[in-house]
């Protein structure tokens, strides 16, 4: 069984972006989605309205999560699946905190509330997959330290809940590179980057609407032990008439059982 897994980060709308603003986009990332044929996709940063708009213009997906502050307040990791492939039979979003039941609550020294949001979905042919979805701290090293450990901790419980043999997913925007703390813990853990399939460096997935490829990456996809990377890349397409469809490449990775 394979299968393909995007994580996006979507860039919250800012009116100052100007052209690049979200309403301005829209088209473009929903065609981004399209042409990724991802079954699964993790969004970062998507507030409610927006993933609202994107999933009218993807009727194939539904999505789930909740806003980092709680509810609909705040911007969300959520999780796009596609509806005829996939059952949703239980999820949750935590917080990155002391306090992880308390969505809104800040540790660390973090800048702003953080989160993940995890699922288990059942593929139409019988088999599950676990899917995680998080956002760490931009300005804090210890709340993407703290929040990485936490991740892998909570992981680690769920899977000690009863599914021990499904494969994971964690997709997010880590803000930090390949050789920070955060990716070290998450390697400790046994969890493997599906950079490392690829015969070049990934080049920088954040670019700020400028495009480009020197530098590192601070997107990443990681599967645990149950699976395998069969290809992995970077999407530094153009969309919807010639633009980016956010400050950050989508990173695309087909994995298997």
């Known amino acids: 069984m394979e299968l393909t897994v995007m994580t996006f980060n979507l860039r919250v709308h800012v009116e100052q972006d ?7 986009r829209i088209e473009a990332a929903a065609e981004a989605v399209r042409a990724s044929r991802a079954a699964i996709i993790c969004t970062q940063e998507g507030k409610h309205a927006m993933l609202r708009d994107l999933q009218e213009r993807l009727p194939e997906y539904a999505w789930l999560g909740e806003g980092r502050s709680g509810g609909e307040d705040g911007e969300y990791c959520a999780v796009f699946y596609l509806r005829e492939d996939f059952e949703l039979m239980e999820s949750g979003t935590f917080g990155l905190s002391e306090r992880p039941e308390v969505l809104g609550y800040m540790s660390w020294q973090t800048a702003c509330p953080r989160i993940c949001t995890w699922a288990r979905l059942r593929h139409k042919d019988g088999r599950s997959w676990l899917v995680f979805n998080t956002h760490l701290d931009h300005i804090s090293e210890e709340a993407r330290r703290e929040g990485a450990k936490l991740i892998v901790q909570r992981m680690e419980d769920i899977v000690s809940d009863g599914s021990a043999e499904l494969p994971a997913v964690l997709c997010g925007d ?3 590179g390949p050789g920070s703390e955060a990716v070290r813990i998450l390697h400790q853990a046994g969890m493997r980057s599906v950079y ?3 015969d070049e460096p990934p080049g920088l997935t954040f670019h700020n609407f400028r495009g480009g490829e020197a530098g590192e990456p601070i997107d990443y996809i990681f599967i645990s032990a149950q699976a395998g990377i069969v290809s992995a890349h ?3 397409s153009l969309y919807g008439g010639g633009r980016y469809p956010s400050d950050h490449y989508p990173v695309c990775a087909r994995v298997e059982l």
């Open 18 to 24: 100007g052209e690049n603003a979200w309403p301005h």
């Open 196 to 198: 490392a399939v690829m």
């Open 234 to 236: 970077v999407d530094r």
């Open 174 to 176: 880590f803000n930090c």
